[in-house]
């Protein structure tokens, strides 16, 4: 009964929000016509090889978390064909391109055919589901043709609907999964109530991902034109309502010979313009061409994509955006292994690793302009509180390592590929 239900109210879903692409935002519109695309991309796979491994992610949130299994099974299994499914625009649209896969598609809308095509046309060894975005039908449609089935970094809540009256149907799928590896202790013990038996805690891959950046050669030649000997703070995936809040401390400081670093989130011109606009410092704008730095400038927009978490490196305090509005808290787990105290909006409910760093006191909260002056007269005045901040996250990034390893070794012992 509750299959039935679910497949009666995710066509009526598909017949709702089809219809808004034309009336509603880029994203949508992508979310509709990059599905039409899958069957075709899908058609790039080597007929002659039959050895395919299939992971799918929400979003890039999740292929993060995820990425460190990716790298292990590439690695792993050089010879299989690997095909990554995203279901949201958000990681689609930058990992269209990975490397670490041979196609990349959207994952089409979960009925019972299409479950059964895309299973049937992949015919991956075995499956990966990242995190939580379980679609039954396709669970389904692997346990039909016998594919074992692995979740990858879950984390579940007592009120989560699966849970609950109408989830009944699936847990009955969750039981035939392979392995589900949790994040923690709780989401282990829900699963065991629940007579899901096949599950163990293995942590977060993401923290693994983090921990492998410190090894890595994090210097930036412009980085290190712009720097100057005083404080340098970083502002990482900062939309305008971050921008805001930091202006009037960014215009304060600066005279004092602290040095701001802001990486936006989303590079719109018309932001960068009216950000570079408010700002009294000398200010510029990297885009790319090393020659434009200074060490006279103040302030230093990065323009560019793929350099925040380097950018870190060479920091001494950071913000993280997205924690003002809704758009969703970023990263914070890059700076903390880089060992930087970290400032963040109000908006962190949804994020584990911003509750337990705030516990742990390597994270601050701030909610308005005055809050971030304060925080830099303290910062200025004696940093050892806020070295002790950073203390604190990059130990916490240690001890939250090794989810890789766990899941692999069980991986190695279970696949039969």
Not at 17 to 29: C, D, F, I, N, T
Request: proline share 6%.
């Amino acid at each position: 009964m509750g299959q039935l239900l679910y497949n009666t109210l995710s066509v009526l879903g598909q017949l709702t929000l089809r219809p808004l692409q034309w009336v509603g935002s880029r994203k949508l519109r992508e979310f509709w016509v990059g599905r039409t695309e899958t069957w075709a991309r899908l058609q790039a796979l080597d007929p002659m090889n039959d050895k395919r491994l299939w992971m799918h992610c929400a979003s890039l949130g999740e292929f993060e978390q995820g990425r460190p299994i990716l790298e292990w099974l590439r690695k792993q299994y050089p010879e299989h064909q690997i095909v990554l499914s995203f279901f949201s625009p958000s990681g689609y649209g930058p990992k269209k391109n990975t490397p670490l896969a041979d196609v990349v598609v959207y994952l089409p809308w979960d009925q019972p055919s299409n479950a059964r095509k895309f299973v049937q046309t992949v015919a991956p060894g075995a499956a990966f589901m990242v995190k939580s975005d379980l679609w039954p039908n396709y669970l389904i449609a692997l346990e039909q043709r016998q594919i074992p089935c692995y979740v990858i970094a879950a984390r579940f809540k007592p009120k989560h609907w699966i849970f609950g009256p109408a989830g009944q149907f699936m847990r009955h799928r969750l039981r035939k999964i392979r392995h589900v590896f949790v994040q923690n202790q709780d989401s282990f013990t829900l699963l065991k109530q629940r007579a899901i038996d096949h599950c163990s805690v293995s942590g977060d891959p993401r923290y693994d991902r983090v921990t492998a950046q410190l090894s890595q050669d994090n210097e930036l030649d412009f980085i290190n034109a712009f720097k100057q000997k005083g404080p340098c703070i970083i502002l990482g995936s900062s939309w305008p309502e971050d921008h805001d809040l930091w202006l009037p401390a960014i215009n304060q400081f600066t005279e004092l010979g602290v040095q701001f670093i802001i990486a936006p989130h989303d590079l719109n011109p018309d932001e960068i313009k009216r950000l570079s606009g408010k700002i009294t410092a000398d200010c510029l704008i990297y885009q790319g061409e090393p020659d434009v730095i200074n060490n006279r400038a103040q302030v230093l927009i990065v323009n560019t994509i793929g350099h925040l978490s380097r950018i870190y490196a060479h920091g001494d305090l950071a913000y993280v955006g997205g924690g003002m509005g809704h758009s969703g808290l970023h990263n914070i787990l890059e700076p903390a292994a880089f060992g930087l105290p970290i400032l963040i909006g109000p908006v962190f409910s949804k994020f584990p690793e911003a509750i337990d760093l705030i516990e742990r006191g390597g994270v601050l909260v701030i909610k308005r302009p005055t809050d971030v002056i304060d925080h830099l007269e303290k910062f200025l005045g004696d940093n050892q509180p806020y070295d002790q901040m950073g203390a604190i996250n990059s130990n916490y990034i240690k001890d939250m390592s090794g989810a890789t390893a766990r899941i692999t070794e069980l991986l190695k012992e279970d696949l039969n590929l």
